[in-house]
T-cell receptor
Framework: GENVEQHPSTLSVQEGDSAVIKCTYS??????FPWYKQELGKGSQLIID?????GEKKDQRIAVTLNKTAKHFSLHITETQPEDSAVYFC????????????FGTGTRLLVSP | SAVISQKPSRDICQRGTSLTIQCQVD?????MFWYRQQPGQSLTLIAT?????????ESGFVIDKFPISRPNLTFSTLTVSNMSPEDSSIYLC????????????FGPGTRLTVL
């Protein structure tokens, strides 16, 4: 089955810096890769996702890159703000019909003012 | 996306008791799921809640411990039975709507502490 690894487990940056979180997956058939932001009391919110037919996707300060050959994908947050502080989870699945999401172990991002 | 609410948001329970968590979606979804997130861990799928029939459980999870109901397309419950301290976790409900590809949206979670 699919196995997703995520690094780092914690990441501290200064406001305005960039943050990068990386994930690797094992199932070469996986082709859907979402990122979730988890804040206390707010549950997990989908912030961006990417499918295997593209290598990069951007939404304002957030971008995700995918390298299918190497089986890794990354979340990039630029110009970080204190409100970006949260736990971020990556996930992977096969995007045929509906397939179960397999989550990474999470990254706690702390943005200091 | 849909909005998912869960009740209770948190609870502290005694060993040996049971707790039922409710999940309500504001619009119809094809599939609903229950996840567990143990302290410092990732989300682990417990089961898929099937409307009008028995839930489909993942390896390591059984119906006697985690009975699930889904009487309609917008509501589901998860019961954590005969609780022990090891059941202390966040329990999350999620939904997926047919045609939205693979996107899942999550409820805020229920933080359970078992003493």
């Amino acid at each position: 089955g699919e196995n997703v690894e995520q690094h780092p487990s914690t990441l501290s940056v200064q406001e305005g810096d960039s943050a990068v979180i990386k994930c690797t997956y094992s199932d070469s058939a996986s082709n859907y890769f979402p990122w979730y932001k988890q804040e206390l009391g707010k549950g997990s919110q989908l912030i961006i996702d990417i499918r295997s037919n593209v290598g990069e996707k951007k939404d304002q300060r957030i971008a995700v890159t995918l390298n299918k050959t190497a089986k890794h994908f990354s979340l990039h947050i630029t110009e970080t703000q204190p409100e970006d502080s949260a736990v971020y989870f990556c996930a992977a699945s096969r995007d045929t019909g509906f397939q179960k999401l397999v989550f990474g172990t999470g990254t706690r991002l702390l943005v200091s003012p | 996306s849909a909005v998912i609410s869960q009740k209770p948001s948190r609870d502290i329970c005694q060993r040996g008791t049971s707790l039922t968590i409710q999940c309500q979606v504001d619009s119809q979804v094809t599939m609903m799921f229950w996840y567990r997130q143990q302290p410092g861990q990732s989300l682990t799928l417990i089961a898929t809640a099937n409307q009008g029939s028995e839930a489909t459980y993942e390896s390591g999870f059984v119906i006697d411990k985690f009975p699930i109901s889904r009487p309609n397309l917008t509501f589901s419950t998860l019961t954590v039975s005969n609780m022990s301290p090891e059941d202390s976790s966040i329990y999350l409900c999620s939904g997926h709507r047919s045609g939205s590809q693979n996107e899942q949206f999550f409820g805020p979670g229920t933080r359970l502490t078992v003493l």
